[in-house]
């Protein structure tokens, strides 16, 4: 039900190379220093694997989505993402979600052909902050969801009240690996 966020780390340092050590019964051994054909060939394909991620992930398919509910105000008061693919989760992150107001139904989905997928800021001191599902993408082997989160203008004149910012959408029922994408250009 509950997913982490893929990250992917780009200019991170690369691996260091190791020094020779001791050998066997403890002597010293001497390092080679010639070359290591298959070492430059796994250095290269991994220098270009980082590269070609770092330059850009590569798109998926875009789907359909439709909102259930967009807002400010939420139970869940910690940054949280769900997945549910089933009446029973959707019932406890529905329950979850409307606390404390009490026993508020769901609004209806059919498990057989849909799923929901949602994002929750957690709680901020003041409004102005928003959290919005911008998109989802189906590629080989993962369903990317795509969000932004903004937060309020310096000096803006705000709401004095705690917010938990959030947004449930539905989508046609996918058994892949959700992975959640905040995206660049969010503030």
Same mark, same amino acid.
């Given at each position: 039900?509950?997913?982490?966020?893929?990250?992917?780390?780009?200019?991170?340092?690369?691996?260091?190379?190791?020094?020779?050590?001791?050998?066997?019964?403890?002597?010293?051994?001497?390092?080679?220093?010639?070359?290591v054909?298959?070492?430059?060939?796994?250095l290269?394909?991994?220098?270009?694997?980082l590269?070609?991620?770092?330059?850009?992930?590569?798109?998926?398919?875009?789907?359909?989505?439709s909102?259930v509910?967009?807002?400010?105000?939420?139970?869940?008061?910690?940054?949280?993402?769900?997945? #549910?693919? *089933?009446?029973?989760?959707? &019932? =406890?992150?529905?329950a %979850?979600h409307?606390?404390?107001v009490?026993? !508020?139904?769901?609004p209806?989905?059919?498990?057989?052909?849909?799923?929901?997928?949602?994002?929750?800021?957690?709680?901020?001191?003041?409004?102005?902050?928003?959290?919005?599902?911008?998109?989802?993408?189906r590629?080989?082997?993962?369903?990317?969801?795509?969000?932004?989160?903004?937060?309020?203008e310096?000096?803006?004149?705000l709401?004095? #009240?705690? *917010?938990?910012?959030?947004? &449930? =959408?539905?989508?046609? %029922?996918?058994?892949?690996?959700?992975s959640? !994408?905040?995206?660049?250009?969010?503030?």
């Amino acid at each position: 039900m509950l997913q982490p966020s893929s990250t992917l780390a780009c200019g991170a340092p690369a691996g260091q190379e190791r020094s020779a050590g001791s050998v066997g019964d403890g002597a010293a051994a001497e390092a080679y220093t010639g070359p290591v054909p298959w070492r430059s060939a796994l250095l290269s394909l991994g220098v270009l694997l980082l590269a070609g991620a770092c330059a850009g992930r590569t798109s998926g398919t875009p789907l359909s989505f439709s909102t259930v509910e967009l807002g400010v105000s939420s139970g869940i008061r910690e940054p949280t993402r769900i997945v #549910a693919r *089933t009446s029973r989760e959707w &019932l =406890v992150v529905w329950a %979850r979600h409307v606390q404390p107001v009490g026993a !508020v139904v769901p609004p209806p989905v059919d498990f057989s052909r849909e799923m929901v997928v949602g994002v929750f800021m957690g709680q901020r001191e003041t409004g102005g902050y928003q959290i919005e599902i911008i998109g989802v993408e189906r590629t080989a082997s993962v369903l990317r969801v795509l969000y932004v989160t903004r937060e309020p203008e310096a000096g803006a004149i705000l709401t004095q #009240a705690l *917010t938990q910012p959030f947004h &449930l =959408v539905r989508l046609a %029922r996918d058994d892949a690996f959700v992975s959640f !994408v905040r995206e660049s250009g969010a503030r």
